[in-house]
């Protein structure tokens, strides 16, 4: 009963934490330059390779810990094993606090605060249609 309760209650955490969700008007070019501060981890694109924290390509729609080739923290294996998926919500919130939305992440980022930006590079990573895995893959 608990493992079907997780995820929802993982995303009704992430909107307790971060008193709000991604706005939906999101500027995808402004969320290019606010990921400038994701990228010393993260690569994105076409030829993207795993670096210190996996791939975000295609990231929105995806289960938690399944990009192959990355070995992910003992925290994030289990939320993406209780079912969660990187929808826009669950993105923000985790984006809002790291920490607090999957305890045991590995993730040093302490976080944006900023509702805006947040939704900024959630906007960008909807751009992100590369070398999508369909095994990978929640929904489109």
Not at 56 to 76: D, K, P, Q
Not at 89 to 113: C, H, K, W
Request: charge should be neutral.
């Amino acid at each position: 009963m608990f493992r079907s309760v997780l995820p929802l209650l993982l995303i009704l955490a992430g909107f307790l934490l971060s008193g709000s969700h991604a706005r939906a008007d999101g500027d995808p070019g402004n969320g290019e330059a606010a990921f400038q501060q994701c990228d010393a981890c993260h690569d994105v694109g076409g030829d993207a390779r795993n670096r210190t924290g996996p791939v975000l390509n295609n990231i929105v729609g995806r289960r938690a810990a399944t990009r192959s080739g990355y070995i992910y923290s003992r925290g994030m294996r289990e939320a993406g094993s209780e079912g969660l998926v990187w929808t826009q919500e669950a993105l923000d919130a985790y984006i809002t606090n790291p920490r607090r939305f999957v305890r045991g992440t590995r993730m040093a980022f302490a976080g944006i605060r900023d509702e805006q930006i947040r939704a900024d590079i959630i906007a960008y990573l909807l751009t992100l249609k590369f070398d999508d895995t369909a095994d990978d893959r929640v929904y489109p």
